[in-house]
């Protein structure tokens, strides 16, 4: 149990670091605006849809997953 908690103690700082490196940078440079990606603009209103990028982002994550399995 002490090594769970270990790991969810460098899980927790691993995040903390990506997030302020991505807080600061301004994000994912295009990741949002892909091609594909579903943005309407009406008057005051506004819907995003990013249907690519979460497709990339599912395939990328797949693929460390299967990665870590071997």
Same mark, same amino acid.
């Given at each position: 149990?002490?090594?769970?908690? @270990?790991?969810?103690?460098?899980?927790?700082?691993?995040?903390?670091?990506?997030?302020?490196?991505?807080? @600061?940078?301004? %994000?994912? %440079?295009?990741? %949002?605006?892909?091609? %594909?990606?579903?943005?309407?603009?009406?008057?005051? /209103?506004?819907?995003?849809?990013?249907?690519?990028?979460?497709?990339?982002? /599912?395939?990328?994550?797949?693929?460390?997953?299967?990665?870590?399995?071997?």
């Amino acid at each position: 149990m002490q090594d769970f908690g @270990k790991l969810i103690f460098v899980l927790g700082i691993v995040l903390t670091i990506v997030g302020m490196l991505l807080w @600061k940078t301004g %994000g994912l %440079g295009g990741l %949002g605006r892909l091609p %594909g990606d579903i943005f309407i603009q009406r008057g005051n /209103s506004t819907f995003v849809f990013p249907i690519v990028t979460c497709l990339l982002i /599912s395939a990328v994550l797949t693929l460390v997953m299967w990665l870590l399995r071997r």
